[in-house]
């Protein structure tokens, strides 16, 4: 019984090392993202700055492509939950739309992965592992887009076109948005999700 209880608890001290290793690991992929760029961040490299040898990596992750899939994945997850604190339960859901692009385009144009992730997103969409996680984010869109046509609040779009005419807009804006140029970011936003959801609501009879 003591040593079961002692082989659990030391079990659980090996998932939770791993588990912080791994956060940090996927940090300094986001670090030598923003540094170097998708085609120079190798596992040689993010080893480096971790303190491991590429295969010692590999006691954590499977592939580079497996690596870029969990840094997508903390970044569009966290997209997602930054969208919902902005929500309340009982927002409709052409404001949890509004919310969830909102905070798409900041975090991409804020956030270094996000800028480079938003730039690669056509060489990100061919790998699996990278593809599934974008697949994820658009379906929660598209979902939010479903919901608001079922409540009236946007016309009859067909979902899947929308969500892709809406992140293509939005990935376009954080590519091409600049820092130092005269409007502000929200304003920016304010303009790009006007134009292309205040299209597709329906026109008062």
């Not at 992929?29 to 120079?40: N, Y």
């Not at 060489?123 to 479903?146: D, F, K, N, Q, Y």
């Not at 969500?163 to 590519?175: E, I, P, Q, Y």
Request: charged share 25%.
């Amino acid at each position: 019984m003591v040593e079961n209880v002692k082989n659990k608890m030391q079990t659980n001290r090996v998932r939770t090392r791993r588990a912080l290793k791994r956060e940090a690991i996927i940090d300094a992929t986001a670090a030598q993202l923003a540094e170097s760029g998708l085609s120079a961040t190798t596992l040689d490299r993010v080893g480096e700055r971790v303190g491991l040898s590429k295969a010692a990596l590999y006691y954590y992750v499977d592939s580079r492509d497996e690596l870029l899939a969990l840094l997508l994945d903390r970044l569009l997850a966290g997209i997602r939950a930054e969208a919902g604190e902005r929500t309340a339960d009982s927002s409709s859901p052409l404001d949890q739309l509004r919310s969830l692009l909102r905070s798409h385009i900041e975090q991409a144009v804020l956030l270094p992965e996000g800028q480079l992730i938003v730039s690669n997103v056509d060489a990100l969409a061919a790998a699996p592992a990278t593809a599934a996680s974008l697949h994820a984010h658009e379906l929660a869109a598209r979902a939010l887009v479903e919901a608001a046509i079922a409540a009236g609040e946007l016309r009859e779009v067909d979902p899947l076109v929308a969500t892709t005419v809406l992140f293509g807009a939005s990935n376009t804006m954080c590519r091409t948005y600049d820092p130092d140029g005269t409007r502000p970011l929200a304003e920016m936003i304010d303009a790009t999700l006007d134009l292309t959801l205040g299209a597709w609501v329906p026109t008062p009879c």
